[in-house]
């Protein structure tokens, strides 16, 4: 029995040792996978991805990142230059409609035809370096555009009150193609001549008829509004003001026909009894040739204002009869526009009631009675709130021995004398179109380069934004390119390219926004381009550049 006994104790003891030892086994088998797990993912954490070179050690890898950070940061120097100074003259010529002077070249042409009349008068200014066009509007209470106020004009149509047909607004078509060529265009009115007597006979649709009671005939078959009736003055002033509002141009321009000259009412006084009675009743003291002056003075004033009001950019400009007085200055002699005319210019000019003074200097230098350049200093004298003084050059017809070398010679005195402002009108694109050697002798003279518009800084202008620019490199040239935040502000580009010391300057009509340079000229590399925007009063923006590196 306790054999037995001892027997199951020990069968006992090794089963007990068996599962105890068993068990352990197990603990330490999980044990151990779990710690493998553990290692596996905490390799899979720690792990650093692999780089293109494994010979690097891996902890360098921010300090890379780091160093690209820095690089990105870093900003170029602004580009800063000293640019050269843009050629400025005002060039123009005028552009006659009465009397189908200049354009159209007859009343009675197609709108295709006018048209291509037109293109071709302004693709040659253009390209002759003429920045301006003086275009004639208003003959005589007529119109070349779509008018509220004033019948179409016969020398358009041939009839008064036709519109042209097919139709199109003359005006809105000739501002167009001015401003795509770079070209001003400066509406030019009449504001006194009713009819012309080349103007066709007068009937219902005329101002005579509608303006009849304002309205007086002369002896040589002109009709003239009167100057002195509020009517007259009103009605003129809401023309000019509709023009100003109603499209994009860039000045007004009178011209000298203000009372009429003399001898168009055969020598006798101006018929304005009605006026003038009405005045001297209502207890006027002035005399009757100060009374006219006075009319005068206060339509350019009124006219001058409103043009402001409506939009400030837009010039004002006269070309009155180039004497203001005899003997003014001493030794000149000639027709008075002060006691003929009853215009008193040099107070306009004096009291700034203009942007720009154009007297018809239509003499030439030399002979003392009517002196070219001693009435542009006598001018030049009385422009005390420094108006632009740009002459009005007789191109077509000038008493001289030589026209060509007068007509160079004027505008090389005007440089002369109105060295701040210079300019000059032609009068008038006649002297250009049927004269060749006179338009080959400017275009290879003093036209020779393009000229910005002198810029007028008593008028108020917005700030020009700055473009940006973009530069290409390419096998032999640098391709720039330049945007605007407000293309509508701009008129005019000048784009400089360096090369070595030395700048060269192109004008660039506003839609041109880019434009490619060699990189070598004359032996010179190119070494910086710069661009800078002009507005439409000639203002300068600020520039924008890069300097070009090999």
Known sequence: MMRRFISLCALSAVLFTGISCGSKNKQSKAAKQNTTEIAKESQVANQVPETKDADKPTETKPVQQAAKVEKKEKVKPAFTAKLPQVPREFRAAWIATVANINWPSKNNLSTDQQKAEAIRLLDMLKENNFNAVIFQVRPSADALYNSPYEPWSYFLTGQIGKAPSPYYD?????????????LELHVWLNPYRAHHSNGGSVTNESM??????????????????DPSSQKTQDHAAAVVHDIVKRYDIDGVHFDDYFYPYATYNGGADFPDDATWNAYRKAGGTLSRPDFRRDNVNKFIKRVYTEIKAEKPHVKFGLSPFGIWKPGYPAGVTGSSQYDELYADAKLWLNEGWIDYFTPQLYWPIDPPKQSFTSLLKWWQSENTHNRHLWPGLNTVEVRAPNRVEEIKRQIEVTRQVVPNSVGAVHWSIAGLTKNPSMLKALHEGPYSQRALVPASPWLSANPILKPTLMLTKQPSSVFAKWLHKQPEQVFKWVAYARYGNTWSVEILDAPQTEISFPKTKDGQKLNAIAVKPIDRLGNEGDYIGENIED
Do not use: I, Q, S
């Open 170 to 182: 003359p005006l809105e078509f000739w501002v167009e193609e001015a401003h795509k060529r770079g």
């Open 208 to 225: 005579v008829r509608k303006a009849a009671d304002h309205v007086v005939r002369l002896r040589n078959g002109m009709y003239w509004f």
